[in-house]
């Protein structure tokens, strides 16, 4: 089955510490991103890469880094620079006519 | 820029009333747009989508959607909700012809059904 995979499920995290999310996908699609959701402020786009090799700040990078060395993978690496990381942080894909996402099961990221 | 407004945060109802939840866009060009559904404990998952043609276009589980161009809208209806709806919604947009492809999400209607 083509699907997105995101791991862990679940990550604590001690402050000052870089903590690195996984998102994997076989769905062949170009384009990947990563979107912060925290309750009563929707999706916000941390991340988005439309090629390998290639990758574009969204509206709050500050703090997040990410690489795209191959098409089936888009690590985000939340940095001891990000002030308040404790958030669902969710991986899409989307295929080249823009037709929509589809959305990994996400990672719940806490710090203690 | 685009952005996309959810006027509704939290809206609860009985099983079999309506249902309608409002979305506004603004963006100055031809838009597709989107709602998903997050189920308790779930990932966000397609409903329904419109690209062109009707305006009307009809989703899962008995969800339409009615884009009204002249109004920058896209509300999301069903005539009789049940408690399985429980969930909360998503209105998304993005720019046809953007280079981006980025969806912008509205903040999100918790919808909450009583039996």
Partial sequence: DGGITQSPKYLFR??????????EQNLN??????????????????????IVNDFQKGD?????????????????????????PTAFYLCATQPEDWAGYTFGSGTRLTVV | AQSVSQHNHHVILS????????CNYSYGGTVNLFWYVQYPGQHLQ??????????????IKGFEAEF???KFSFNLRKPSVQ????????CAVNGRGST????????????????
């Avoid at chain 2, 408690?83 to 998503?90: G, R």
């Avoid at chain 2, 981006?100 to 039996?115: A, I, S």
Wanted: proline share 4%; aromatic share 14%.
């Fill in chain 2, 83 to 90: 408690w399985s709806d429980t969930a909360e919604y998503f």
């Fill in chain 2, 46 to 59: 397609l409903l329904l989508k419109y690209f062109s043609g009707d305006p009307l276009v009809k989703g």
């Fill in chain 1, 29 to 50: 699609h170009d384009a990947m991103y990563w979107y912060r959701q925290d309750p009563g402020q929707g999706l916000r786009l941390i991340y988005y890469s439309q």
């Fill in chain 2, 100 to 115: 981006l492809g980025r969806l912008y999400f509205g903040r999100g209607t918790q919808l909450t059904v009583w039996p």
């Fill in chain 2, 68 to 70: 009204i161009k002249s």
């Fill in chain 2, 15 to 22: 099983e079999a009333a309506s249902l309608e939840l409002g």
């Fill in chain 1, 60 to 84: 709050i990078a500050e703090g997040y880094s990410v690489s795209r060395e191959k098409k089936e993978s888009f690590p985000l690496t939340v940095t001891s620079a990000q002030k308040n």
């Fill in chain 1, 14 to 23: 001690k402050e000052g510490q870089n903590v690195t999310l996984s998102c």
